[in-house]
């Protein structure tokens, strides 16, 4: 977030460190487990995914796609996927979990903050 902005609504100062901290996903991001299902459902569909809905059971329903706001360049999509997809290739951080997998994966490497 712009530090101005961050620092009105957090009702303290925002302090360098926070900028670099924000930037990999650290901080004061927060998430919910279907949100950052979204998100990457997002970027498998290059930004054109249906909206999350609850059921009470399966159900096979048509929709229309929705597309993101424009991408300045189109080649962030492929950047972005590229980017996840090594992480479970040979040589990446999470290779081993889906080394087997019949499908093709890509994953996000990270560390998990209690």
């Known amino acids: 977030p712009p530090a101005r902005g961050a620092s009105r609504a957090r009702g303290a100062p925002w302090y360098p ?3 670099l901290i924000a930037g990999i996903g650290q901080g004061y991001n927060t998430a919910t ?5 979204y998100a ?22 048509a929709f229309e796609d929705r597309v993101s706001g424009p991408v300045a360049d189109a080649g962030q999509w492929q950047t972005v996927i590229d980017s996840m997809r090594a992480v ?7 290779h081993r979990a889906f080394a087997d997998a019949p499908y093709v994966t890509a994953g996000k490497t990270g560390t998990a903050q209690v």
Do not use: F, I, K, Y
């Open 33 to 37: 487990a279907l949100q950052l299902a």
């Open 88 to 94: 479970v290739a040979p040589g990446g951080t999470a």
């Open 40 to 61: 990457t459902a997002q970027l498998a569909s290059r930004g054109s995914t249906p909206p999350p809905r609850l059921v009470a059971a399966p159900v096979a329903l």
């Open 17 to 19: 460190g926070e900028t």
